[in-house]
């Protein structure tokens, strides 16, 4: 394997553009062809974001059509709906089961998914799905980490991803982008790289 | 029938006032003055017509008006379309309800002035149709045929005349009454689907509806016979498709062609006056008819473009005479003398061909390459087209069905599951007041909200239209919203017109149709949203910024000044947090004449945010909180939310959270609200929770509070962000 078409999404403000940013500064570091193509309009409203990294392949456009991602990261449950047809049969699917209810849902006008009917829907197109809930994430200190540096981790530990990037060279990225902030960032990056080994995910799920 | 000498312009005037036009708005451009200039030495009582700040302006508010169900005409210059083009182009994806026609005049060979463009480029571009008349008697017919063809097929129509048509003078007959504009109700449609764009799936399905509505455009014009088709009684010869104002020298340039000597047999001649969509039968028929096309018309090769694609569809492999093969020049206007050239250089290719003045049989004849030889059939070998594409030409409208696509099953399915996520404003948005101040203010004066047209803008602002504000109606271009509102205005409405705008969007386009209300003493109130950003895009600088992030060397331009400078009736300058005095306000203002302009003055959450503005927060009293929802129902604020061990039936029932939308993805939500919770049912109440991170202490939804939870706390006090 020598490519890897990655589709994000989540909601605006979740740090999902914040992981493709990520990702694009390791595979600059690596010299490894890279194109990330972030849709973030209302982003910062509350919006569904997405964003399209392609890693390993020269010469291509930055749209990952349907049925085209080897991996899916999905920060929000209901939004990860959104993305289901953009993985490629056999694929793997990363959903971090946050809820992030939209108002229509909080006054009882319109019905929020539940974790099963979605993984349902991941599962009904032959895709292998891991799932990480917040309660999963680990404290530093007392302090809470950030979920999209835990997730990055856990994508370079559970899927494809480690067969394009080192894992140590994407925690040097993510330490050196915040400098302040990199003690806490490094835990929380390696926690998400243990998460799918600790899971037994890494063993039983991930595909070569 | 009364006969008189009229030029151009008047002829396009007078159908106008024919075709019962109720308003009529432009700006003065040769050779397109004459039209409007007629108009107001006219008695014409119950119309509007005026000379508008400038083309964009006069669009909108001619747009505004057939929106409203009216028939209404929009003049200009050729350059006119280029500043009317940004509101052009969108009011072109919703389609209109009352007759739209948008009159240009373009000058080929340039006897005015500015560059000699082509305005056809406009309608192909934009999808919409246009008409062509190629005389005075034919502008005045084709000018009422133009809003028959926008309420038959619910899109403007181009009307396009060039310099000699326009200002040409002819004897016309016609029919000399004055016709009132007819008593319709004024259309007041809530569908932001359609006036808005605001969405993915809302303007490709507006694009699909376009090309559609041009298909519809297609048939009528067929139906109605606009393109005159003659076909020579013997196949073969000539076939001349000539467009527009060319059709005027055609006969006498083939007379011409014909005492000179040069052999072009007989001819079959295609009449185009409706030249967008491109007349498809008429050209099939054309070319299956001859051997060798000529198209003749002024300025680029649309038509002749069209016409080659056409011709390798249908395996036609005749020569194409114009400008394309260097016989005609794309420079200058047209008259007898080219016509005659072309003729000339079709009169060499038919003689090549062994065609001139025999046509009828199958022969072979020395081709242009050398040892080659081409073997001419009747032309009746053309009735299969070359691709397997069925009717469909390239480069030729398909039907909407071949182009919207199949989304497929998977991602169809999957995503229907996914919960509507309306865009909103941010929490402690300072719009989020102006939404609630004018709801408010429009019921405090004694209307229905449903009944008090209110215009959306580009920016932040236009996100009033989404729950649970529900209040916007319309999103066109860049300022849009005050011209629109106009147009309203001259329909006839009864009720107050406001318009709504951003401060960087008033700066950007807005000036105009403000100028151009107060002008001509329009009545109406603009609410102009000053968070001294222009922060949709990311919190840019715009003109009035605080000056300490003006670019050194400027400075911040203080927008109240300005308006002050244009001379609205009244101004008032109001804080939308405090939304009890902004609906006072604006109360008053929706109960009192003449233009009326509310800034509403506060600065941007975020950007107060980020520069250390302190303004507080609020904090939820669970005891007192009944959790009604009334805060979250009213305000939608991102910072408030339901504690998760609550219930989530309604306390009341909801009615306006019907339209959701999210990105890509707006789904009108069919379901119904959730059955009440029985009163005392000992169900655990829980409360609503505020995020302190996101939370600026706004206050606005304290004031919903019917049992006073919520309390503002902390320091600072609201007007420190300003």
Excluded at chain 1, 103 to 119: A, F, K, R, S
Excluded at chain 2, 250 to 272: F, P, T
């Amino acid at each position: 394997m020598t490519t890897c078409d990655l589709v994000l999404v989540g909601v605006g403000g979740q740090g999902v553009l914040t992981i493709g940013d990520l990702l694009l500064r390791a595979a600059f570091a690596a010299d490894l062809p890279a194109s990330f193509c972030p849709t973030k309009g209302m982003a910062q409203r509350g919006g569904f974001v997405k964003a399209e990294l392609r890693l390993g392949a020269e010469g291509v456009g930055p749209r990952i059509g349907e049925g085209g991602a080897d991996v899916v990261i999905a920060m929000e449950r209901s939004e990860a709906l959104r993305a289901i047809g953009y993985l490629r049969p056999g694929g793997m699917f990363l959903l971090y089961d946050h809820v992030w209810e939209p108002t229509g849902v909080q006054l009882g006008v319109d019905t929020y998914p539940t974790l099963d009917e979605v993984t349902a829907e991941i599962e009904a197109e032959g895709a292998v799905c891991m799932v990480i809930s917040p309660a999963d994430l680990p404290e530093m200190d007392g302090t809470r980490i950030s979920p999209n540096v835990f997730l990055l981790g856990a994508a370079l530990g559970g899927t494809q991803l480690r067969d394009l990037l080192d894992a140590s060279s994407v925690e040097e990225v993510v330490a050196s982008r915040w400098p302040k902030a990199s003690k806490i960032n490094r835990h929380a990056f390696r926690a998400g790289l243990d998460a799918p080994r600790k899971r037994g995910d890494g063993e039983n799920h991930v595909l070569g | 029938m009364t006969r008189l000498i009229l030029t151009g312009n008047q002829a396009v005037a007078l159908g106008a006032v024919q075709a019962r036009v109720k308003v009529v708005a432009g700006y003065p451009g040769t050779p397109s003055t004459g039209c409007i200039a007629h108009l107001l030495t006219m008695n014409l009582p119950e119309r509007t017509v005026e000379w508008s700040t400038n083309e964009k302006v006069a669009f909108e508010v001619a747009s505004g008006a057939a929106w409203a169900g009216q028939r209404a005409l929009a003049t200009m210059k050729m350059s006119g379309v280029n500043v009317a083009y940004d509101a052009l182009i969108s009011i072109a994806y919703s389609g209109t309800n009352g007759g739209l026609v948008i009159y240009v005049a373009d000058d080929p060979g340039v006897s005015a002035g500015m560059p000699e463009q082509d305005s056809r480029g406009f309608a192909l571009m934009s999808d919409l149709p246009m008409l062509e008349p190629a005389s005075v008697a034919d502008a005045y017919r084709l000018t009422q045929a133009a809003f028959e063809l926008s309420e038959a097929a619910s899109t403007p129509v181009f009307l396009r005349l060039t310099t000699a048509v326009a200002l040409g003078h002819a004897i016309v007959d016609l029919d000399p009454t004055v016709p009132p504009p007819p008593a319709r109700d004024v259309v007041l449609e809530k569908n932001i689907t359609r006036y808005t764009k605001a969405g993915s799936k809302i303007c490709k399905d507006q694009h699909a509806a376009l090309i559609e509505r041009l298909d519809t455009a297609g048939e009528w014009i067929s139906e109605a016979g606009l393109n005159r088709l003659e076909l020579s009684d013997a196949p073969g010869g000539l076939g001349i498709v000539s467009v527009g104002a060319v059709n005027a020298y055609l006969n006498e340039g083939l007379d011409a062609a014909r005492s000179a000597g040069h052999q072009v047999g007989e001819v079959s001649i295609l009449r185009a006056v409706a030249t967008t969509p491109f007349p498809i039968e008429e050209v099939k028929d054309l070319l299956t008819r001859c051997d060798t096309v000529l198209v003749l018309e002024e300025l680029e090769p649309h038509m002749e473009r069209a016409v080659t694609v056409a011709a390798h569809h249908w395996g036609f492999d005749g020569p194409i005479v114009g400008k394309l093969d260097g016989t005609l020049s794309r420079i200058g206007e047209y008259g007898v003398a080219e016509v005659r050239k072309a003729l000339a250089a079709c009169s060499t290719q038919l003689v090549n061909r062994g065609e001139a003045g025999d046509a009828s049989a199958s022969m072979t004849v020395p081709a242009a390459k050398a040892g080659e030889s081409v073997t001419i059939l009747p032309r009746a070998h053309l009735a299969t087209p070359r691709s397997d594409s069925g009717d469909l030409l390239p480069g030729c409208p398909p039907s909407a069905a071949t182009l919207t696509g199949e989304p497929s099953k998977t991602v169809l399915s999957s995503t229907d599951l996914a919960a509507p996520r309306p865009i909103t404003v941010c929490a402690g948005c300072p719009h989020r007041g102006s939404y609630l101040a004018i709801e408010a203010a429009i019921k405090q004066a004694g209307f229905a909200k449903d009944e008090v047209m209110v215009t959306g803008d580009i920016g932040c602002t236009i996100l009033g239209m989404n729950p649970p504000f529900n209040l916007l109606w319309t999103e066109v271009s860049m300022g849009s919203s005050i011209g629109l509102a106009q147009g309203y205005v001259h329909a006839g409405i009864a009720t107050p017109v406001i318009a709504t705008i951003g401060d960087s969007t008033f700066f950007h386009g807005g000036i105009p149709g403000l100028l151009n209300a107060i002008q001509h003493g329009t009545p109406l109130t603009l609410v102009i949203m000053d968070n001294g950003w222009t922060s949709m895009t990311g919190m840019q600088v715009n003109p009035g910024t605080d000056a300490e992030f003006q670019p050194e060397g400027g400075r911040r331009i203080d927008l109240v000044k300005v308006v002050e400078g244009l001379g609205p009736d009244r101004i008032e300058v109001v804080d939308p947090y405090d939304v009890p005095s902004m609906t006072d306000v604006l109360a008053g203002c929706l109960t009192s004449d003449g233009v009326k302009v509310v800034v509403a003055q506060q600065e941007c959450a975020i950007q107060a945010r980020r520069r250390g503005v302190a303004v507080g927060t609020v904090a939820v009293d669970p005891d007192k909180c009944i959790l009604c929802k009334r805060c979250l129902k009213v305000t939608g604020c991102p910072a408030l939310s339901v504690l998760p061990n609550a219930p989530t039936e309604l306390g009341e029932t909801v009615e306006d959270l019907t339209v959701s939308l999210g990105s890509g993805s707006n789904v009108p939500t069919e379901q119904a609200p959730r059955e009440q919770e029985p009163e005392g049912s000992g169900t655990p109440r829980g409360s609503i929770a505020i995020d302190p991170l996101l939370c600026n202490g706004c206050g606005i939804c304290v004031e919903t509070c019917p049992t006073n939870a919520l309390v503002r706390v902390g320091s600072g006090t609201k007007g420190d962000a300003k």
